[in-house]
């Protein structure tokens, strides 16, 4: 009887857990192992769709983060995020509060438009964005 209650309790949680509230949960195992590197990011993400002039890029990057080469790095790992205060633009090891993927993913918690401005980045994306913050968001 304890048993069936155990599981009747484990499957209300599970479907509940589907409830479609928005949050995007990161709840799992350990960090990928053969997570994206900045370098690759750089290249196929932020390079294309987020660095040039008038977004984020020189002269005037919006809300001061800069997404250039060279550049993304220190503008974003361990920077408090300047649109949303409490939340790290990246937090190391945490994808699910940090800003810079709850804007690119549609966090139901940001302010303002989801990122990139005029379009979406494919889901192949924003996972590669996620496993490379998740798994440390290493300078590489």
């Not at 009747?8 to 709840?27: E, K, N, P, R, Y």
């Not at 220190?74 to 937090?91: D, H, I, P, W």
């Not at 549609?106 to 996620?130: E, F, H, S, Y």
């Amino acid at each position: 009887m304890k048993a069936r209650l155990l599981l009747t309790l484990g499957l209300a949680l599970s479907a509940a857990s589907c409830g479609g509230d928005g949050v995007i949960s990161m709840v799992g195992g350990p960090p990928p192992t053969d997570a994206p590197t900045l370098t690759s990011l750089q290249s196929s993400i932020f390079t294309p769709q987020c660095a040039f002039p008038g977004c984020h890029a020189a002269p005037a990057p919006e809300q001061g983060m800069d997404l250039s080469a060279g550049n993304t790095f220190v503008y974003t790992v361990g920077v408090n995020a300047t649109e949303l205060s409490g939340f790290k633009r990246v937090a190391s090891g945490n994808a699910a509060d940090s800003y810079l993927y709850m804007k690119i993913a549609g966090d139901p918690r940001i302010l303002g438009d989801r990122m990139p401005l005029g379009g979406t980045l494919t889901p192949a994306q924003i996972g590669a964005v996620r496993a490379w913050i998740d798994a440390g968001a290493l300078d590489n």
